[in-house]
């Protein structure tokens, strides 16, 4: 049983440049969040999908945007790249009946430095 | 606006001995709180959560313990072991919100 699969691994962007970043959730998990982990940070939401739609987000620019696809799969796009969104990009699935945190699986995650 | 606060970068302790990592929350919504333990080039992986319910958890070697008229939270580790060595990340989340708030982290260096 796969888990969170993310790619890819690591990328290197120029500023003003676009990115895309991708995640398969864990085989039964319906909702996927991205987290973005800068350098000495903690994860930090950015927002979350479920049923193909934005449910939560968190304080981030419109420059960060996302999809979901009806097979679970999601995508993290990035416009105008800064040299502030170089950071550890974090999938976690979780399912949406499931309340509790501890169902929540990350992915190994996407370095993006941005140049 | 940091509503999760480990104040301790970093932590070390000697193989056997008792590792305490320090969490603190300034949010009153929060009423569940995670442990997540992160190595090097690896996703966050859970490691002991509690309900605002309990004060106290208890998983093997790791022991959570809950305060909340203090908004405080610690995670236990007896005996410690070399293997424990990597990043631990409070995270805590309002109950259905499925998002979790992440504290910056502490990093555990067990010594043989």
């Known amino acids: 049983d796969a888990g969170v699969t993310q790619s890819p691994t690591h990328l290197i962007k120029t500023r003003g440049q676009q990115v895309t970043l991708r995640c398969s959730p864990k085989?039964?998990?319906?909702?996927v969040s991205w987290y973005q982990q800068a350098l000495g940070q903690g994860p930090q939401f950015i927002f979350q999908y479920y049923e193909e739609e934005e449910r939560q987000r968190g304080n981030f620019p419109d420059r960060f945007s996302g999809h979901q696809f009806p097979n679970y799969s999601s995508e993290l796009n990035v416009n105008a790249l800064l040299l502030g969104d170089s950071a550890l990009y974090l999938c976690a699935s979780s399912s949406k009946t499931d309340s509790s945190g501890n169902t929540i699986y990350f992915g190994e995650g996407s370095w993006l430095t941005v140049v | 606006d940091q509503q999760v606060k480990q104040n301790s970068p970093s932590l070390s302790v000697q193989e056997g001995r008792i590792s305490i990592l320090n969490c603190d929350y300034t949010n009153s919504m929060f009423d569940y709180f995670l442990w997540y333990k992160k190595y090097p080039a690896e996703g966050p992986t859970f490691l002991i959560s509690i309900s605002s319910i309990k004060d106290k958890n208890e998983d093997g070697r790791f022991t959570v313990f809950l305060n909340k008229s203090a908004k405080h939270l610690s995670l236990h580790i007896v005996p410690s072991q070399p293997g424990d060595s990597a990043v631990y990340f409070c995270?805590?989340?309002?109950?259905?919100?499925?998002?979790?708030?992440f504290g910056q982290g502490t990093r555990l260096t067990i010594n043989p």
């Open positions: 085989s039964g998990h319906d909702t």
């Open positions: 995270a805590a989340s309002a109950r259905g919100a499925q998002k979790l708030v």
